[in-house]
């Protein structure tokens, strides 16, 4: 039985960073850690607000980009620590490299090591290696021409996941890619069919017990016609997306009607259309190996 399935989030992102992080930002660039003072702590990267004390800056500092190893993790894509950069208050997280893992310790010297080419974003500052002997310096007054900050940053958000199915949505995603079959599961009460499948009846709340076969055809209920473009569809707008109740089910499968003009759906997809399924050439296991649902030529709505 499937159990898992390997799933993608991503997303475009427009971070706004505020005139102290923006000047840090832009600051990286040209090599140099600008940090932000309030009252008696000093803040990197810089910052509008002490996120303690609620302190406003009071004055950007150059620090030495050399610090201390305060925390650290190792992960599949690299290890990330914590720094506490020599005259800061706060430490802070970013990449740490070099280092073999056998020689990572908290309280090693690390020191930036800066990208060849800048690309004005965070990784300006690749990270941080073991420190060499080179001497540091007390924080200091920053130069004047800061850089101008940046005001936006673009980038793409990606998490990547196992999404898992358990019992129900794994029998009935195995039926998909294997056999081209829906399955659903009676009530063990009021004998109710439900599609997808689940543990328990949704309006008795009895425990569900038989498996059926369930034929990929039957009415829509209601549809709407999606023309806003957003993040991870899977068809391009416009497209139909419908409420459908296949035969002998008394729950609702949310999918797509196809081999329509948009135009049309209004009258075309009523309430009471006949429908069945049009199978694509792809076995993910999951209902996106369903291509859409079609009408039935010469079935009343």
Known sequence: MMTTMATRIQMPYTLTPGEAT????????????????????????????????????????????????????????????????????????????????????????VAAVWADEPTGGVLDLAGFGPAGDGPGFEPRTAPDGLAQPFEQVEYTMTLDYQHAYGHYYGTLFDAVRTDRRLRGVKCSRCRRTLLPPRARCDVCFAPTAEWVDVEAVGVVQACSVVHIEFIGQRLKPPYVYAELVLDGTSTRLIHMVGGIDPADARTAVAPGSRVRAVWSDRRTGSLADIDHFELIPGEPS
């Open 22 to 109: 923006g000047i840090f930002l832009a600051e990286l660039g040209r090599r140099r850690l600008i940090g932000s003072r309030h009252g008696d702590r000093i803040l990197v990267p810089a910052q509008d607000f002490d996120g303690a004390t609620g302190e406003p800056a009071g004055g950007f500092v150059e620090l030495a980009p050399v610090g201390r190893l305060e925390a650290f993790t190792v992960t599949a894509q690299g290890v990330l620590g914590l720094v506490l950069v020599d005259g800061a208050d706060v430490p802070f997280l970013h990449r740490i490299v070099g280092f073999a893992e056998a020689d990572l310790a908290i309280g090693a010297r």
